[in-house]
Structures are given as C-alpha cells and as structure tokens.
C-alpha cells in the first residue's frame, strides 16, 4: 500500500500502515540499488567488450599494415631481380653481338684480302646495303642508271 492508495492524509496512518509502506520503499529502493548495480556490471562489460574490439581492431590494422609492407618488398624484390635479369640479358645479348659483329668483320677482311680489295670502316658500318635500307629506304640501296636522254647533265656522263 503506498501513500496514493489511501484517501486520507498520510498523518491520518496508524503505525502499522507507516511501517508497511517504509518496509515497501526500502524494498522499492533495494530492488533500484540492485537494478543500478545490475546495470553497472552490465556497462562494464559492455566497456571491456569495446575496448578488447578496438585491441583487436588496432590489432588486425597493424597486422594488415605489417602485411602489405612484406608485400611491397616482395614485389620491389621480385622487380629487382626481374630487372637484374633483363640487364644480365641484355649484357650477354651485347657480347653475343660484339662477338658476332668480330667474327663477320674478321670474315670480310679476310675475303678482302683474298679478292685484294681495300675495305674500310665505313664499308662494313655505314655503307652496308641493308643499314642504309632500313635507315634511308629503298631509294638509297637501289643502283642508279644515267640517263641517256640528257648528255648535258652530270648524271649522263656518270658524273655523281
């Protein structure tokens, strides 16, 4: 029985009455103590739930981060090595080449010198038909035939 069930004044209440409506509030404010508290430990909880999920957030964030840098020097490695590679190919590509280029020149010096022709640098390098095709065109490897129609121009009297 609480004080707004009576009609009357609550100075208008035996002992009785007063003692069972303290007894009541007590209980009333025992069952919120317990309700708060309940209500605390639960708040508590819930604090250690977020920080142990933001640990482990971090956590994993870090972990992400650790990861991809192992990625990255992975793949700068491997680009190292693959760029290591292609210079190796390319050197030996080189000397491959030179030697090539040094066993031809040797050739063609020896078949000079066996037909007794002077051949210069410039024959074997600059001059060299399929060089100056593929630097000029097909104009400048072709043979040009004088002309017979025009005995004035130097062209005609074979005259370059």
Known sequence: MSADEFDQPIDALDHH????EVR????????????????????????GDLQRERRERKDAEEELKKERTQQIARAKADV?????DLHDTVVDEQQTRSRADAQL???VNELADAADVEVTDDDLI???????????????VTDSIPSTNAPDSPEGYGID
């Open 126 to 140: 600059e001059k060299d038909r399929l060089v100056r095709l593929v630097r000029n065109g097909p104009e400048d």
């Open 17 to 20: 009455d007063l003692a069972r």
């Open 80 to 84: 190292r090595e693959d760029v290591q």
């Open 105 to 107: 020149k040797h050739r």
């Open 24 to 47: 009541k509030l007590r209980e009333e404010v025992e069952a919120l103590r317990a309700e708060y508290e309940s209500q605390q430990v639960e708040i508590e909880q819930l604090r």
